[in-house]
């Protein structure tokens, strides 16, 4: 087990750059996952760290040691791919076991490190098959038996569940929790599922351009996001957004009129938040936005209603009891206590 | 069934039987005495005489054709093989523009006519004191095997997903490694048919054998057509004999190889 360091990390490919200054430490046992959208060059980092993707500029250290130009195979590594790169000609057994043989590893020693993970990960009865007679959740679980068997410094994860439905999705995700609880071996996991991140890290790195947008645990990038971006990436149903001028001490634009969270200074601030923090309130309430209901989308244990006030349209969830109809007027109420505020033009978090 | 079905497969059978026909002809023929060859209402019920295959083996020449043949297409298939499927393999997954210019380089050597490659040869083997000898088609038929050989291994190496190779780095597979054992059993089946095919290719080939060598070299198709042009009576049972044992061993390769032939030829792909 071993930290990973990356340190200045750069890649370019020609004269495009995808990654610029990369810096993030890892700490021994530690889950990390990488989430952002498509592009942002999850993949291309987490490439760099296995060694398949050459690294451009900066260092890298696995366990202390500088690794920049070693074989993946002499990292310490094992990596479980997105779409699982089993070896088609081989069967399950031999899939699993092909590293250790070529690491020239004692038959009795493969059998003996063979049986634990093939039982941790219910292979048993397909040992004998090859990959193609196997489905894709059976296919990945050999993936990450094959990685498992290799009892490997750092694991890595590209994306492996997202070509599964989401049913199986689910169930592996917490089979590779358990896993990580049993083995805690030091991990890094790429995925765009916000559920995986929150779920699975103990520290998100959300990543936008190539860049690290925001780093914390699922608490704290859900509940303190740092910019505009994170807040409107993290959360299903996403954050409302509205434009408003700060001064003396309220919030307001055309439409909207509330009383600023706490001190700002003068200046135009996006105001961010999430639909659960919207209560619809009776007439006579202070500060509550004036609004028509748009839209009433039923999402089973909740409804998430569309609202327009003026300019202005927002998102609420209420209780799925509750009944609304389209164009009726409604006061909604916005908790001052998960107002997050932002500036407008660098997309800053102000306030605590 | 749909009418439109059955008309289909109504034409399929005709096409099937106009290929068929012939080749079933022709194996008929090869066992039937002149006397029944040479009928106005073609026999179908004879007693099969073992008399022309007979003449057709006994012939010194063709004894020696068929080594000729045998030993220099398994040569130039064996050589074509050993130079072109690893150059398939870099050309498939090294992209760069010297690999997509040998590429085109492979596949442009089957464009020139066969008589632009054969006049030049028969120069360059007088020159070097080699025509007639089995070394100099070897060396020729290397031209067709290599070429044939790279241009359809390629599609075959492009599709092994290249996750499975990043998959045997990390399990520290080197790069011959991950390609004996990784990249080439994983495209197994086309590699054979591809060199099945070249097999196939340069067992028929006529021209260049015919104008490379006069005597010592001649291969198994220019000494069955001489047959034909063995007197006045044009010996045709013997010609159809000749025909039968010059497409055996095509036709073994095909029933061995098939499957595997047909998806070299198609583009679709086996692995997803
Ligand atoms: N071989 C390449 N040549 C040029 N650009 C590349 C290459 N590979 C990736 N890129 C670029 O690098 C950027 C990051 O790619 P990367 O695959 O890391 O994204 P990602 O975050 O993993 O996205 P996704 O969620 O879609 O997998 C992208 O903009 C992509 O266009
Ligand atoms: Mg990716």
Redesign the interface.
């Known amino acids: 087990m071993a930290t990973v360091e990356c340190r200045n990390l750069c890649k370019s490919y020609g004269s495009h750059e995808v990654i610029r200054n990369f810096n993030l430490s890892i700490s021994d046992h530690e889950f990390i996952v990488f989430l952002g959208p498509s592009g942002c060059g999850k993949s291309t980092i987490l490439r760099m760290v296995?060694?398949?993707e050459e690294i451009t500029g900066g260092d890298l250290f696995i366990g202390g040691a500088r690794v920049n130009d070693r074989?993946?195979?002499?990292r310490g590594?094992?990596?479980v791919?997105?779409?699982y790169?089993?070896?088609?000609?081989m069967s399950v057994r031999e899939n699993i076991t092909?590293?250790l043989e070529?690491?020239g590893t004692s038959r009795d020693e493969i059998r003996r490190r063979l049986d634990p993970v093939v039982e941790t990960l219910g292979l048993d009865i397909y040992l004998g098959r090859k990959p193609t007679e196997l489905s894709g959740g059976q296919q990945q679980r050999v993936a990450i038996a094959?990685a498992m068997i290799k009892t490997p410094e750092v694991f890595l994860f590209d994306e492996p569940l997202s070509n599964l439905d989401a049913k199986l999705r689910g169930h592996l995700r917490v089979e590779i929790a358990r896993l990580h609880r049993a083995l805690n071996t030091t991990s890094v996991y790429v995925t765009h599922d916000q559920l995986e991140a929150m779920t699975l890290a103990d520290r998100i790195v959300l990543m936008n351009q190539g860049r690290i947008e925001q780093m914390g645990t699922p608490e704290e990038i859900y509940s303190r996001p740092a910019t505009v971006f994170t807040a409107g990436f993290i959360g299903t149903p996403s954050m409302n957004f509205f434009s408003l001028d700060a001064g003396e001490g309220r919030l307001r634009n055309a439409d909207i009129d509330l009383a600023a969270p706490f001190p700002l200074r003068a200046g135009k601030v996006t105001l961010g938040i999430r639909p659960g923090a919207i209560r619809l309130v009776p007439e006579g309430t202070p500060d509550a936005i004036a609004a028509t209901v748009e839209r009433d989308e039923f999402h089973g244990d909740m409804r998430l209603i569309s609202l327009n006030a003026g300019a202005e349209s927002f998102m609420v969830s209420v209780p799925a009891a509750t009944r609304l109809s389209e164009g009726e007027r409604v006061l909604a109420h916005l908790d001052p206590a998960s107002l997050h505020v932002f500036d407008a033009e660098s997309g800053q978090r102000l306030g605590d | 069934m749909k009418l439109s079905t059955l008309l289909l497969r109504i034409v399929l059978a005709c096409a099937a039987l106009m290929v068929l026909l012939p080749l079933l002809w022709t194996l008929l023929n090869a066992f039937k005495t002149n006397a029944d060859l040479l009928v106005n209402t073609p026999k179908l019920i004879f007693t099969p005489v073992w008399d022309n295959m007979q003449y057709v083996l006994g012939r010194r020449s063709v004894a020696r054709a068929l080594t000729n043949s045998l030993v220099i297409c398994s040569s130039a298939v064996a050589m074509g093989a050993l130079l072109g499927v690893p150059a398939a393999y870099v050309i498939a997954r090294v992209k760069n523009r010297l690999t997509r210019e040998a590429q085109f380089f492979a596949l442009s050597l089957r464009f020139l006519p066969p008589v632009a490659v054969a006049i030049p040869m028969m120069v360059i083997w007088l020159g070097l004191g080699f025509y007639d000898t089995r070394f100099a088609l070897i060396v020729t038929y290397m031209t067709i095997t290599i070429s044939i050989t790279v241009w359809l291994s390629i599609p075959a190496f492009e599709r092994v997903p290249i996750a499975v190779e990043e998959a045997a780095r990390v399990d520290r597979l080197g790069p011959y490694a991950t390609f004996f054992r990784v990249a080439l059993p994983i495209a197994r089946p086309q590699i054979l048919a591809a060199i099945a095919f070249s097999f196939i290719l340069v067992w028929n080939e006529f021209l260049l054998a015919m104008m490379l060598s006069t005597s010592k070299a001649r291969t198994l198709p220019v000494v069955a057509s001489e047959m034909s042009q063995l007197g006045m009576n044009v010996p045709w049972g013997v010609l159809n004999a000749a025909v039968v044992l010059l497409s055996l061993p095509p036709l073994i390769l095909l029933a061995v190889a098939g499957a595997g032939m047909n998806s070299v030829f198609s583009r679709k792909s086996t692995q997803d």
């Open positions: 296995a060694g398949l074989d993946p195979g002499d590594i094992a990596m791919f997105q779409n790169a089993l070896y088609p000609h092909f590293a070529r690491a094959r």
